[in-house]
């Protein structure tokens, strides 16, 4: 076992970002004779696994060799055979595996079926990278909720608007190209009905070969304007999230008619937790939270965040009737208050971020 | 001229400070041949100049040198006799001067005196340079007024305390080690009576081998206890500035046979600007504004702050109780906001910090 190889393994998985939700980033590399001999990485969703990519590239020359793949293979028929089966085929001798499935149903099978056709299988290596790389996939299929990640772009004392709504631009342009890749990375965007109102954001991403995030809106009410950008451009990806109390409003059937996702949950109050799970309900692996003050302050109140990058301008407002970023809470302690963990410090010019993750 | 050298001078310089205020750094090189044949910086507060010791270290081999320094050599009968007429008598053939004396009733002299000596001079050399590294100094003798330097560690939602006023600890140790670089780096530390009542600080540098800071509290009703660290722990340089209504109020008498200095302004509501001259006077070139949200925000208000680093840690209170670092401002537009110039982003572990010069 070499770790190099692994390492190359994770890097060619990351190539896979933005392109196979809500499947995994998996990368696979053929070692033979300390040679690399066949590489690949899960490319898009639906399209062949790394294994195969690696396995096709190396060829007959697979006999007898070493295979590093990212995730367990998997052991079952789904849209193509197994990998399992595949690395058996193709005489791997040994394979090195960084991370489990994280199925409970189906973990460990991959292992146990290249086990019961003898190949010597290592796992577990450079599992903490694995783990992270793929945090949004472990979380989404774990615990069958959509990973939350929270994006913010906030002055030096906290605001994310003036006392009129002001909002643009806190945060310079190379922090926004960064909040352009960020949409391009997750699945869905999320905001509230207030920010809907505010700004009547289009929410598309504008990297290049991009892909159009989900649009989630929490609208308990049901105030979304009819005119409104989510409500009239159709990238059938929209979603409005809604109380029962409103199952039978005639704008709801205005909205399916524009081929528009509607969701309800009880009350108007929502957890964040059931969102979380509806969203996970319709294949949405993970979630940038755009929200205003009041969806950020309830996924933090929850403890819903799984993640986020916090972005700062150097600006300062001063006025105690700006838009707090977050609000509600009563601390009296410092050591009582929120504390972001795994804090990495990132500069874009004269703005800085913290991204974090748990 | 090579600006080699004048790098080297400005190296040595920076090498005086926290020692020479309020006097300027300076740093000095001797240059024959291509190579160095003497070094020297302001080591002290009234100790030699830079040229002094940069000179006697080239001894004989001077004559025919050229000299690199920072700033404009003295012309006057100070402390010391004046560096310019030493420059001439140990036979210089070239000067090279970074930048001129910001007093304007001997600012050119020193070049004049070369000159008229036959020294070719030169002026302005890495100019930008010389003047950020003696940017409290410039001010100080060109506005007569002490150097503003805010120092402040936040939440990320802009808070110095939560509503209980407790504050420890907010940044980490890391940037809590800066800080104390910073006390010895400038003259004095401000803060204001709020603050005094709230945490009865010491304000004392915990630099090894550091000088503790003048120490300056802002009070105009004279509310400082007696039994506070400031007012009983005498280090000789406590300041506290208070309104001329004061003037015979009985605590006057007993602060000054305690060696603590009173300075008196009109009315209550002090200008920072007239703060600044009166510490200026008192002969301290500079401070550090450790203040509270009131002083904070009157400093920013009044344009008065110079320079800054404010500290960031990933803490979120989310409390609108909690203290803000700055506030009282009224702003619309996003773009009507203060907006921090020159910005540096530092960091320290998890802790951020962004630091800002006008």
């Known amino acids: 076992m070499d770790k190099k190889y692994m390492t190359r393994a994770l890097e060619l998985a990351a190539l896979g970002e933005g392109a196979v939700n809500p499947n995994p980033l998996v990368g696979a590399v053929v070692v033979k004779d300390g040679k690399i001999i066949g590489e690949g990485y899960h490319q898009k969703f639906g399209g062949p696994h790394a294994e195969v990519f690696a396995l ?96 913010c772009g906030i002055t030096l004392d906290g605001k994310i608007a003036t006392r009129k709504g002001n909002s643009k631009w806190i945060t310079n342009e190379i922090a926004r190209e960064k909040v352009q890749k960020l949409r391009n990375k997750y699945m869905g965007i999320m905001i509230g009905i207030n920010t809907l109102l505010k700004d009547n954001p289009s929410l598309t991403a504008r990297v290049e070969n991009g892909r159009d995030p989900y649009r989630i809106v929490i609208d308990p009410y049901l105030e979304i304007p009819l005119d409104s950008k989510l409500a009239t451009f159709d990238n059938g990806k929209t979603v409005v999230i809604t109380s029962e109390n409103k199952m039978k409003d005639k704008k709801i059937e205005i909205l399916k008619e524009r081929n528009i996702q509607t969701v309800f949950l009880e009350g108007e109050n929502f957890k964040m937790e059931d969102i979380l799970k509806k969203t996970a309900e319709l294949g949405i692996d ?30 300062i407002l001063g006025d105690s009737e700006a838009v707090p970023f977050i609000k509600g809470f009563e601390v009296d302690n410092i050591n009582d208050g929120i504390e972001l963990e795994n804090v990495k410090i990132n500069s874009y010019g004269n703005n800085v971020s913290m991204e974090f993750y748990r």
Chains 1, 2 share one sequence.
Do not use: W
């Not at 058996?88 to 079926?113: E, H």
């Open 56 to 151: 096709e590239a190396a060829g007959e020359n697979a006999k007898g060799a070493d295979i590093y793949v990212t995730l367990e293979p998997c052991s079952h028929y789904g849209k193509t055979p197994p990998c399992a089966k595949k690395i058996i085929d193709m005489g791997i001798k040994r394979c090195f595996i960084a991370s489990l499935d994280p199925n409970p149903l189906v973990s460990g099978r991959g292992v146990k079926m290249l086990r019961d056709a003898g190949i010597e299988v290592e796992t577990q290596i450079m599992e903490k990278e694995a783990l992270e790389l793929n945090r949004v996939f472990m979380k989404y299929i774990s615990e069958k909720k959509s990973y939350l990640f929270l994006k």
């Open 286 to 315: 993970g979630i940038i939270l755009e929200g205003g003050s009041y969806l950020i302050s309830k996924a933090f109140e929850e403890n819903q965040i799984d993640g986020g990058e916090i972005f700062i301008a150097p600006k």
